[in-house]
């Protein structure tokens, strides 16, 4: 899991994080430049959700970079998504990549197209991920609840009915078997009188 807080007086948020992917796993192609601001796009579930807007202004504090900030460079070359689905956000980030014409004649026919002889695309650099809100709280890492998800199971829950199905069904085959031995014990083979004749 991982927690975001804004400041030393909070709120904060509590998620657990799935479905990470890296750069390497994925054989991504793109990248960006080191300490570039991203920017950082939000689906409409962010301004319609109470909980998901204490979200959207926590990742902007944490995701986003201050204007003027001494390390940042002074451009744009990365989109980080956020994507409401499934009661989960999905994070992913993307490079814009600018392609320029090879020749006046493409040039020409994408300016008459778009309004631009450039043509910009966005090609995922990784890393993605999946966040799975758990309790946003008031303080910083604590302190009232403000929201909790009703529908998350925690992990080591839903590891503890696997491991006690697998028991079920370890009594299963044992009751099976104790069941077979006491069959084998109640059948009676009737003597066969003629059995002896030819020894």
């Known amino acids: 899991g991982g927690a975001a807080p804004v400041a030393a007086q909070g709120p904060s948020v509590k998620f657990e994080i799935t479905n990470v992917h890296t750069m390497d796993e994925l054989r991504l192609t793109g990248n960006c430049m080191k300490g570039s601001r ?20 926590l990742f902007v ?48 026919e994408e300016r008459k197209n778009t309004g631009s002889d450039r043509q910009t695309n966005l090609v995922e650099i990784g890393p993605r991920f999946v966040l799975n809100p758990i309790r946003i709280f008031r303080g910083s890492f604590g302190g009232q609840t403000l ?34 031995k006491k069959r084998r014990e109640e059948i009676v083979v009737p003597v066969d009188p003629l059995g002896d004749v030819f020894r």
Not at 50 to 55: A, E, G, N, P, S
Not at 82 to 93: L, P, Q, S, T
């Open 61 to 108: 504090d944490v995701f986003g970079c201050p204007r003027g900030h001494p390390k940042s460079k002074p451009f744009v070359d990365r989109v980080m998504g956020f994507y409401y689905a499934d009661g989960k956000i999905w994070v992913r980030n993307y490079q814009i990549l600018e392609e320029q014409p090879t020749n006046a004649r493409e040039a020409r």
């Open 147 to 180: 929201y909790q998800n009703t529908d998350y199971v925690n992990p080591n829950v839903i590891r503890a009915q696997a491991r006690k199905m697998k028991g079920r069904s370890y009594e299963q085959r044992k009751g099976a078997e104790r069941m077979r």
């Open 38 to 57: 991203p920017v950082l796009t939000f689906d409409e579930s962010f301004d319609r959700l109470d909980d998901l807007r204490v979200i959207k202004e």
